[in-house]
């Protein structure tokens, strides 16, 4: 969530601050800068006595507000050849743009990254995965390639592995959620439904793999590409991921949602051939389990 304001007169940012967040204190408001969640014209400003101009944006966001350095440090790329590049996203970025965020997107960093080698370097997503989720997600680089993956995606997929960290402790320690997913149109929530007509199918296999008193590491490999999938199944048995704010309490010492895809298996369109790209579990998730 972000909050934007335009400047309307000359005047330093910290008392811009304290007349549009009356609610937080001086002391509040520093932190905030401080905490590089402010930014000024789309760039990140900490300083309280910089001087802010009419016509000037102002955003302030909820989280902590990675630069373009954080960003490029974390993306790290998992293979690459002439026609695509495979990498594994962090957590807290989204895969392409939206109508609210434009460039700090997976996809901008990568476009940026290859026409760094070449101004006329192109690409393409082919598949995406949810902003609060990390993990593989592969580009093309050229619109051939992206169709070929695209358009082939449910017959080529062979297996999709996700790691994640759930609250408390599942009855069944290996097992298949089957359920019919809906979304509401106005909320963007993804729910299950009896109604198979309406509903999509959405099968989903986990095993529990390490457990404590309060959390439940779980390996999952999903049948079916939908929307929310997994967070839905998890909730919907009881143990809604940790971090989870949309299907769970969002509450998680880790700061951030502890669902990461570290495997994708799938037969190469262009071969033919088996082809398997992995991660790493996050550094993160073991601190909880």
């Known amino acids: 969530m972000k909050r934007e304001y335009i400047v309307s007169t000359k005047e330093e940012l910290l008392s811009f601050l304290r007349t549009n967040l009356t609610s937080k204190s001086k002391n509040n408001l520093k932190s905030l800068l401080a905490k590089e969640m402010v930014l000024v014209n789309g760039k990140v400003q900490t300083k309280f006595n910089f001087i802010l101009f ?5 955003e302030i966001r909820d989280t902590k507000i990675k630069t373009d350095n954080n960003y490029k440090k974390e993306i790290k ?13 962090p957590c807290g970025l989204l895969s392409i743009a939206t109508s609210k965020e434009k460039e700090y997107t997976l996809y901008h960093f990568i476009s940026t990254h290859l026409k760094e080698r070449n101004k006329n370097n192109k690409v393409f997503i082919i598949h995406r995965l949810d902003k609060d989720t990390s993990g593989i997600v592969i580009f093309a680089k050229n619109q051939k390639t992206k169709n070929l993956f695209q358009n082939n995606w449910d017959k080529i997929i062979r297996g999709r592995y ?6 408390g402790s599942l ?10 997913l809906i979304e509401n149109d106005k909320t963007y929530m993804v729910y299950s439904t009896n109604n198979k007509k309406e509903g999509k199918l959405a099968i989903t296999d986990y095993k529990v ?7 439940s590491l779980l390996d999952i490999n999903i049948k079916t590409g939908r929307k929310n999938q997994i967070r839905v199944a ?3 048995i009881g143990n809604p991921i940790v971090g989870d704010k949309k299907y769970g309490d969002g509450k998680s010492s880790i700061n951030r949602m502890a669902l990461h895809q570290y495997k994708l298996e799938l037969m190469d369109p262009r071969t033919n051939k088996f082809i398997r790209f992995k991660t790493d579990m996050p550094i993160t998730f073991k601190k909880l389990i």
Do not use: Q, R
């Open 171 to 180: 009855k069944e320690k290996e097992g298949t959620i089957k359920e019919y």
């Open 54 to 58: 009419k016509g000037d944006k102002v």
């Open 77 to 89: 790329i998992i293979y690459e050849d002439d026609d695509i590049i495979v990498v594994n996203k």
């Open 209 to 215: 793999i390490k457990e404590n008193n309060n959390y």
């Open 162 to 167: 996700y790691y994640a960290v759930v609250n």
């Open 234 to 236: 998890l909730k919907d």
